[in-house]
């Protein structure tokens, strides 16, 4: 969903304007190509290792098909932009807006069940875990909504889109790195990674548009001030609270 929902805005001219209009369209394939890439090798890897299961609860199931089917949302509505199927894109669009309400509801109650059933990662605080990945979800809800609403404005579209999506490797990317042995460096660590994937495009923006798009500046920034605010928050006297009545 990087690019418009209703097929409108895309439509930026022919002849000269065709040249940069593809150029942009692959690029943000290419990107969503390299998140989906991610997002499967973690998990990939951790099945290689040993380290995650089919045993798992149903619900744990639920979670990962739910998050794994936006991403393969978000890569289908790329090539579909890309090939110039603006109507099928528009269609999907539609579907995948709602879709980002199930996956906030199905985030938000799973990483509350694994606090229940003592299912969180021993290197984690619960609290911090909780936290993080509340905020996660809520972030890239929020950013993905804020790119369907300027949907009619590809530029701003696409690249929200893309900080949604960047927002929501999280889980994929943490699988990638040895976040045992980082201790309260593990959100900064998830940071780092997401970062290069914003500098990419903020590269392109220079290269291609001579500036960086402020839509890069308020996704990144939000994604930034989440985690800034994750262990302040998991410390809180109220999450503390809420933290020792699920697992209590």
């Known amino acids: 969903m990087a690019t418009i929902m209703d097929g409108t805005a895309d439509r930026e001219g022919d002849g000269a304007h065709a040249a940069p209009i593809d150029r942009e369209r692959r690029f943000f394939l290419i990107m969503a190509i390299a998140i989906a890439a991610t997002v499967v090798s973690g998990f990939s890897l951790q099945f290689a290792m040993g380290r995650s299961s089919l045993a798992a609860p149903w619900w744990v199931h639920l979670h990962g098909v739910t998050f794994m089917g936006w991403i393969g949302i978000y890569l289908t509505q790329n090539v579909l932009v890309w090939r110039g199927q603006v109507a099928q894109h528009r269609r999907l669009g539609r579907f995948a807006a709602g879709y980002v309400g199930w996956m906030v509801l199905v985030g938000l109650s799973v990483n509350t069940l694994a606090a229940i059933h003592h299912r969180i990662p021993p290197f984690f605080e619960t609290n911090v875990f909780l936290v993080m990945d509340w905020l996660t979800v809520l972030v890239f809800a929020g950013l993905t909504w804020a790119g369907v609403r300027n949907r009619n404005r590809t530029d701003w579209h696409r690249r929200l889109m893309l900080c949604g999506a960047i927002q929501v490797m999280t889980p994929g990317v943490g ?33 291609t548009r001579g500036k960086v798009h402020p839509a890069y500046l308020w996704g990144f920034g939000a994604i930034t001030l989440s985690v800034a605010l994750m262990r302040p928050l998991a410390f809180s006297p109220p999450m503390l609270a809420l933290t020792a009545a699920l697992t209590g």
């Open 175 to 207: 699988r990638l790195l040895p976040l045992p042995f980082m201790g309260t460096w593990i959100l900064w660590s998830i940071w780092a990674v997401m970062a290069v994937y914003v500098a990419v495009a903020m590269t392109y923006d220079l290269v």
